[in-house]
């Protein structure tokens, strides 16, 4: 091939970068991230400052985790793409790799009054109704300051939620009894480790 070719071929492949739209993502920090222990939601420094989602063999630390995302009003009428949630993991000792499911869940009250029910599979039961499937993932090796992402599925129960406005309330069950996923929390002073939200579009 020679220059001329050559020179073409890179040009034509630099037109169809640039031609191609760029992709649309918003990014929400977490307005809260709540433990939700069999006394109830975490509470103090610690319930700040950590999120944690704990199987039943965990005793009185087992615990499911609520996530409360605010939506800024410009992700309403975009299509979306995909949906990306990052949590920064803490690994403390007592963390222990194993599996999660995720949920979306309805508008909740902060100040209702939520425990981890041992004798519900997720330790949910009733509390929260409906809560609509985004998927399942693992929680492994742990290592302080590490990202771990989960893509969660983009259905219509996710776009229309989105298209309301207002909170995006997401749900964390253990999905095995020894499950010990540590991550850190909804903190102000602290956002760079905040959950987060990633809402992709076209």
Known sequence: MNRTSIFVAVAAFIFVLLDRPARAETEVVASQALTIQPGGPRQGEAGKDYFNVEGKENDKFA?????????????????????????????????????????????????????????????????????????????????????????????????????????????????????AATFFGANEEARENSPRLSLDGP
């Open 63 to 179: 615990s499911f985790g609520v996530l409360v995302f605010e939506l800024p009003k410009d992700v309403q009428a975009k299509e979306l793409k995909g949906l990306t949630l990052k949590l920064v993991q803490t690994a403390p000792r007592f963390a222990k790799d194993g599996a999660l499911k995720l949920f979306l869940a309805p508008d909740l009250d902060p100040k209702a009054t939520l425990k981890f029910e041992a004798d519900a599979p997720d330790g949910v039961g009733k509390q929260i109704a409906p809560l609509h499937p985004l998927g399942s993932a693992d929680f492994k090796s742990p290592e302080k300051g590490k990202a771990q992402t989960f893509k969660l599925a983009v259905n219509d129960d996710v776009r229309d939620r989105i298209a309301k406005g207002g909170k995006f309330c997401l749900v964390i069950v253990p999905a095995d009894a020894k499950v």
